[in-house]
């Protein structure tokens, strides 16, 4: 059974950082293109940042220059640090695990429960 759990969501004020943890189990990770996706209340799901499994990194523009993301295929995780964080990006932050490539629809095989980003201004 597959399972996504991210964890490091809070509240930060604006300007400040942030580090969000997605631990998998269940997959061969090496398999799999690792992204992040983010919900705000009455917006639709969209996507923030993905890595490949050949390390291409994919950004949203509102996010790239502030966002970074990485994996550690050893402990089965993937990271989001999200820098100069702004209002506009609280939402709730969603892990996902696709088989071979990099998509921007959220239609991946797998997420997480997601965890919560509040930034106040």
């Known amino acids: 059974q597959v399972q996504l759990v991210e964890s490091g969501g809070g509240s930060v004020q604006a300007g400040g950082s942030l580090r969000l943890s997605c631990a998998a189990s269940g997959l061969t990770f090496s398999d799999y293109s690792m992204a992040w996706f983010r919900q705000a209340p009455g917006k639709e799901r969209e996507f923030v940042i993905a890595l490949s499994r050949s390390g291409l990194t994919y950004y949203a523009d509102s996010v790239q220059g502030r966002f970074t993301i990485s994996r550690d295929n050893a402990k089965i995780t993937t990271y989001l640090q999200m820098n100069s964080l702004k209002p506009e990006d609280t939402a709730t932050y969603y892990c996902?695990?696709?088989?071979?490539?990099?998509?921007?629809?959220?239609?991946?095989?797998?997420w997480g429960a997601g965890t919560q980003v509040t930034v106040s201004s």
């Open positions: 996902a695990a696709k088989r071979n490539r990099v998509i921007r629809a959220p239609e991946y095989d797998y």
